[in-house]
T-cell receptor, first 116, second 116 residues
């Protein structure tokens, strides 16, 4: 079984400020972790992913996330927010199930609001 | 095609009517997924296909929901006797295979269903 908890349904930051979106996961086997972004009236697109190897992963648009196994966390950060970063962000976890399938489980999402 | 295509983008229907939602995955992707996105509820997994086979239908909310995939390509999600609680955005995604990509999905823009 796997699950994802995103702390905070809304996060508000000023333009230029640090962005921190929190994600904690639960998985009985080694997980693969993802962050997706959804702009208004669009589908989700992949920001970054952790599969194996380096625990600090870099994604598009200056975002990065660090896999911390001891804390079961995969928080998303960006040093300096832009107005264009305003969107809904989803954390997802997938792990091998019976038959070798990987079906991602998504968090409830965090809406990032960027103030001028 | 270049991306996952869903139709219709918007559907307004009356309670009790049947609706069909269509998904055309990325060419060459053998796995196809359906999720439901309700306001504030994140993404709820409905069903996935590997080829034309759907090994696990337990995510479908009720027996009013069904899905099929033909020719290893296009999929249709059918909701019979729609209810107001069915109102949501239905997202389709595809991947190279349910065991490959480790859960990285490519999403369509969704079909917004409103049941009056």
């Amino acid at each position: 079984a796997q699950s994802v908890t995103q702390l905070g349904s809304h996060v508000s930051v000023s333009e230029g400020a640090l962005v921190l979106l929190r994600c904690n996961y639960s998985s009985s086997v080694p997980p693969y972790l993802f962050w997706y972004v959804q702009y208004p009236n669009q589908g989700l697109q992949l920001l970054l992913k952790y599969t194996t190897g380096a625990t600090l992963v870099k994604g598009i648009n200056g975002f990065e996330a660090e896999f911390k196994k001891s804390e079961t966390s995969f928080h998303l950060t960006k040093p300096s927010a832009h107005m264009s970063d305003a969107a809904e962000y989803f954390c997802a976890v997938s792990a091998s199930a019976s038959g070798g399938s990987y079906i991602p489980t998504f968090g409830r999402g965090t809406s990032l609001i960027v103030h001028p | 095609g270049a991306g996952v295509s869903q139709s219709p983008s918007n559907k307004v229907t009356e309670k009790g009517k049947d609706v069909e939602l269509r998904c055309d995955p990325i060419s060459g992707h053998t796995a196809l997924y359906w999720y439901r996105q309700s306001l504030g509820q994140g993404l709820e997994f409905l069903i996935y296909f590997q080829g034309n086979s759907a090994p696990d239908k337990s995510g479908l909310p009720s027996d009013r929901f069904s899905a099929e995939r033909t020719g290893g390509s296009v999929s249709t999600l059918t909701i019979q006797r729609t209810q107001q609680e069915d109102s949501a955005v239905y997202l389709c995604a595809s991947s190279l295979g349910v065991g490959t990509g480790k859960g990285e999905l490519f999403f369509g823009e969704g079909s917004r269903l409103t049941v009056l």
